[in-house]
């Protein structure tokens, strides 16, 4: 009994230190991810760019995911800004990721495992992550869809993009969201724990 | 809940305080006042063991089963 809860002080002593460094690597990815937004942002206010390159060609920056490359140079040839478009998306949906993870490591930080709002924000994630996914599928047909109904642009392709890394996506959503629902279980029986006299 | 705590009914025929009988069985009084209050979810054998033999008494006076139409009627 009492190595067991030497044990469990020690997985404790672990979970916070570990989650000390993750929220310090959130942080910092945060701020890389919207320092380039912002970046990107400015450059793109009269053009439609989304890569940046740096010197000769050795630093390539890029706004927008690998996959929609061709979609976004689509648009651009349309005289369309595909990073607004697009970028904003990934932008968007990283850094909610990014916030509900902060915030998830804070309150693990402070040794606050098994609580209702961990759940919450695992939640989040999860269905983040999940409609990350079927927007990964889903936004260039629905912004085609939506430039050829309403502008007077050229027409555009309608496109879906569903590969492995959508599926991947979409599995890490949902595993996501059923390990916070386990986690809620969970928190469901410490309470009842504590009512065990 | 048809299962009824009667810890309060044994602690005033024995004209004892929950402070002491927290005392006795070194049990927080928070967790007493848990059972009497009929907020519990469960009591372990052991509780219920050093509560007997504290309030010299058996289990069946703590715990009692009332059933669904009693309480009923009790509640009308």
């Given at each position: 009994m009492l190595a067991s809860h030497e044990q469990q002080t020690q997985t404790t002593y672990r979970i916070i230190y570990i989650s000390k460094l993750t929220k310090m690597m959130i942080l910092l990815c945060g701020v890389i991810h919207t320092g380039l937004f912002l970046f990107f942002a400015l450059l793109n206010v009269d053009s439609s760019k989304a890569k940046q390159s740096f010197g000769e060609n050795n630093i390539n920056l890029t706004a927008i995911s690998e996959k929609w490359l061709s979609y976004a140079n689509l648009l651009e040839d349309s005289g369309l800004n595909s990073f607004w478009i697009l970028g904003t998306v990934d932008f968007v949906a990283q850094i909610l990721v990014l916030f509900f993870m902060f915030r998830l490591f804070g309150l693990y930080e402070k040794?606050?495992?098994?609580?209702v709002q961990n759940c919450r924000y695992l939640q989040l994630i999860g269905i983040t992550l999940f409609s990350y996914g079927l927007a990964m599928i889903f936004l260039p047909a629905l912004v085609s869809l939506f430039i050829n109904l309403f502008f007077e642009y050229q027409k555009l392709e309608i496109f879906y993009y569903f590969g492995s890394v959508e599926l991947t996506q979409l599995i890490w959503g949902s595993v996501i969201l059923v390990i916070s629902w386990v986690m809620k279980e969970a928190c469901l029986m410490k309470a009842e724990q504590g009512l065990v006299i | 809940m048809a299962i009824i705590v009667n810890l309060d009914v044994v602690l005033a025929q024995r004209k004892m305080k929950l402070k002491d009988l927290s005392e006795i069985l070194d049990i927080t009084i928070q967790n007493l006042s848990v059972l009497k209050n009929g907020k519990a979810k469960a009591i372990r054998f052991t509780t219920l063991d050093a509560l007997c033999e504290a309030l010299d008494c058996c289990p069946g006076d703590i715990l009692h089963y009332q059933t669904k139409s009693n309480t009923e009627l009790e509640q009308d």
């Open positions: 040794g606050e495992i098994f609580r | -």
